[in-house]
């Protein structure tokens, strides 16, 4: 069975404390991986996509990397609008659903 | 740019009823699909189609019915409301074999 695995569920960080959100995944094939942000009461917002290990893709303050069983969202030196939900989610081979992790609630405390 | 809008925003129901969640989009995006998120859960997959007239159950169809009579427009029903249906139903759009997808801004919908 296709799953996907977030760690951990909720982090709390002092601003600038820099840290790692985890994403594993067991799939048959995996076409892409994706990265969203969601913030109370909205829809997820799409921040990445990664196709195969060793890609990394960075905007700002945020950087994806991608290995063959799990992704990594890397805060550095993060700030309090970063707070929000991240969700990642996987794109099987052949298909065009995507299948979602639990998401991992960001708090980053001023 | 709208992107894709759902309607309505909240929604109360009481168990037995039936209503429609409305989703349209302006990308001229053939891939939509419909979500509920629900504490713990994640997004899940309740339906989705590639194109207008062809439709697919996802992950969670039960209870659920859709139709895609055009490209901009995929109506999630609601047959007969149940408790367990209570959610935030997010609708989304991509290009077919695109990578990103974009999301309404969801609907909250409340069955008692």
């Known amino acids: 069975e296709d799953q996907v695995t977030q760690s951990p569920e909720a982090l709390r960080l002092q601003e600038g404390e820099s840290s790692s959100l985890n994403c594993s995944y067991t799939?048959?094939?995996?076409?892409?991986l994706f990265w969203y942000r969601q913030d109370p009461g909205k829809g997820p917002e799409f921040l990445f996509t990664?196709?195969?290990a060793g890609e990394e893709k960075e905007k700002e303050r945020l950087k994806a990397t991608l290995t063959k069983k799990e992704s990594f969202l890397h805060i550095t030196a993060p700030k309090p609008e970063d707070s929000a939900t991240y969700l990642c989610?996987?794109?099987?081979?052949?298909?065009?659903?995507?299948?979602f992790g639990q998401g991992t609630r960001l708090t980053i405390n001023p | 740019n709208a992107g894709v809008t759902q309607t309505p925003k909240f929604q109360v129901l009481k168990t037995g009823q039936s209503m429609t969640l409305q989703c349209a989009q302006d990308?001229?995006?053939?891939?939509m699909s419909w979500y509920r998120q629900d504490p713990g859960m994640g997004l899940r997959l309740i339906h989705y189609?590639?194109?207008?007239?062809?439709?697919d159950q996802g992950e969670v169809p039960n209870g659920y019915n859709v139709s895609r009579s055009t490209t901009e427009d995929f109506p999630l029903r609601l047959l007969s409301a149940a408790p367990s249906q209570t959610s935030v139903y997010f609708c989304?759009?991509?290009?077919?074999?695109?990578?990103?997808?974009?999301f309404g801004q969801g609907t909250r919908l409340t069955v008692v």
């Open positions: 990308m001229n995006h053939e891939y």
């Open positions: 989304a759009s991509s290009r077919r074999g695109g990578t990103e997808a974009f």
């Open positions: 989610a996987v794109q099987l081979q052949g298909a065009q659903k995507l299948v």
């Open positions: 189609s590639v194109g207008a007239g062809i439709t």
């Open positions: 990664l196709y195969s």
């Open positions: 799939v048959s094939g995996l076409r892409g």
